[in-house]
């Protein structure tokens, strides 16, 4: 029954200690991040041409650059914003050694599934605007170029504007669809149980349609097409906190019959 107390007195170390391992960690985070964005700033041009693929498909031909510094400055967003996709397994690697040690046995082996997911889960929400969610907002949002009266109403896309809508669009997705791992966290930390969160379900989804209101466009479509999921991963939230709960109490039964 001492073991895994044990276990986490033997992983104690000083503050120092502590300091020094933090130290040390950021400084691995920071010099990936570094080197990938010298590697993602030369093929910041290629990841770009495929960013702009929706707004082709979507019968935009052109884009302008309005400010001297624009191009510079979007081919630099473009970098950091590969460089942390491409870094962040190793960001997450980083951030679990650090903080394993603390845990107990039963803590790491609840947790590292979580780890696991959230990479996953963040590419398929930004799977999802990329490929759903961005042509249907440029579809309804170029809509409104046109004959206005014998004149003829275009929409220039600047280069900068553009790219801070896709990025709003695939981090607000991907972010999103944390939602089954944050509820997930905060149920193992006690903060909020499984009955709570079914009882709390009509609010639940009154705030996931009030998310996708602020991260969607202004536009019916593209707000029910991010809300609609969010509903889904709250369900499968609860359904995966339900075989959590399940797990814990076998293995506290198992336990309570060794002892």
Not at 21 to 49: K, P
């Amino acid at each position: 029954m001492n073991a895994p107390v044990d276990d986490l007195e033997a992983s104690r170390a000083p503050l120092l200690d502590h300091l020094i391992e933090l130290r040390r960690r950021l400084f691995f985070c920071f010099a990936t991040v570094f080197v990938a964005i010298l590697l993602t700033y030369t093929f910041s041009r290629d990841i770009f041409t495929l960013l702009v693929q929706p707004l082709l498909k979507a019968g935009q031909t052109k884009i302008v650059t309005i400010g001297v510094f624009d191009g510079f400055f979007v081919q630099l967003k473009i970098a950091i914003f590969a460089a942390l996709m491409i870094s962040f397994p190793v960001i997450a690697n980083q951030l679990w050694q650090f903080v394993a040690p603390g845990l107990y046995r039963q803590e790491k082996r609840a947790l590292l599934p979580f780890l696991i997911a959230t990479p996953i889960l963040f590419a398929m929400g930004a799977s999802m605007a990329y490929f759903v969610a961005v042509p249907a907002a440029l579809h309804f949002l170029l809509s409104f170029q046109g004959n206005l009266g014998g004149v003829h109403q275009e929409a220039l896309t600047s280069v900068a504007s553009y790219l801070d809508f896709i990025m709003q669009f695939l981090f607000g997705f991907g972010i999103a669809f944390l939602m089954p791992v944050l509820l997930m966290i905060v149920e193992r930390a006690g903060l909020v149980t499984r009955k709570q969160l079914v009882a709390g379900r009509r609010y639940a989804i009154v705030g996931c349609f009030a998310l996708a209101l602020v991260l969607a466009p202004p536009d019916a479509g593209s707000m029910i097409m991010l809300a609609v999921p969010l509903v889904l991963l709250y369900e499968l939230a609860l359904i995966a906190i339900w075989f959590s709960e399940r797990g814990r109490k076998k293995a506290a039964a198992t336990d309570l019959v060794e002892s």
